[in-house]
C-alpha cells in the first residue's frame, strides 16, 4: 500500500522523466517571466489570462464567438476578458462590415504597439535562453519545437480538434 509521500514522489519523478511536460513548465515560467517584465514596463496589470486571448486576435478584427471557441472556454469568459483589455485600451470592439448586427474585436492603436513591445520582451528572454544553451542549441531547439508544433497542428486538424483560426494573408 502507497502512502501519499510515495505517491508525491512517483508523481515528480515520472513528470520529471516526461519531456512534454518539461515544455509545459518551461513555457509557464517563460510566459510568467515575460508578463512580470511588461507588468514592471508597463504599470498595467497583464494577466496569463490575457496573453491567452491576444495571439486569437485577428489584426481586422475577430468576432467574440470566435475568440471564445479558439480559446475553449464561454462567450461570457471571453467577454470578460475582453472587457479588461478594452478597459486597458489594448482592444476596441467595432462594427463587423459584413454583419451590421455583429461586433469585432480588434487591437487599439495603443494594443498594436503594445503587441510590438511584448513581443520585443520575448526577444529578450529567448536571447538569455540562448545564452543559457548557446546559440547551435538554440538553433536546433527551434527547428525541433517549429516540427513539433507542425505536426500537433495537423494531428488536431485531422482529429477535428482544431480551433479555428482566419487564415492569414501573406
Not at 471557441?69 to 464561454?74: A, S, Y
Not at 463587423?96 to 513581443?119: E, Q, S
Amino acid at each position: 500500500m502507497s502512502t501519499a509521500d510515495d505517491d508525491a514522489d512517483r508523481l515528480e519523478a515520472e513528470k520529471a522523466h516526461s519531456t512534454v511536460q518539461l515544455l509545459f513548465k518551461t513555457a509557464r515560467l517563460l510566459n510568467e517571466r515575460a508578463i512580470a517584465r511588461v507588468r514592471s514596463r508597463t504599470n498595467r496589470p497583464v494577466r496569463v489570462a490575457h496573453t491567452t486571448l491576444l495571439p486569437h486576435v485577428d489584426l481586422d478584427g475577430t468576432r467574440l464567438t470566435d475568440l471564445a471557441t479558439r480559446l475553449g472556454v464561454t462567450k461570457q469568459a471571453a467577454g470578460q476578458l475582453v472587457d479588461e483589455l478594452v478597459e486597458m485600451g489594448m482592444l476596441e470592439r467595432v462594427p463587423d462590415p459584413a454583419d451590421a448586427r455583429a461586433k469585432l474585436v480588434r487591437f487599439t492603436k495603443r494594443g498594436k504597439a503594445a503587441i510590438f513591445d511584448g513581443l520585443a520582451v520575448l526577444k529578450e528572454i529567448e536571447g538569455e535562453v540562448e545564452r543559457l544553451v548557446g546559440a547551435p542549441r538554440m538553433r536546433t531547439l527551434h527547428e525541433v519545437l517549429t516540427a513539433i508544433v507542425a505536426d500537433a497542428e495537423r494531428s488536431a486538424h485531422d482529429e477535428g480538434t482544431a480551433k479555428p483560426t482566419k487564415q492569414r494573408r501573406r
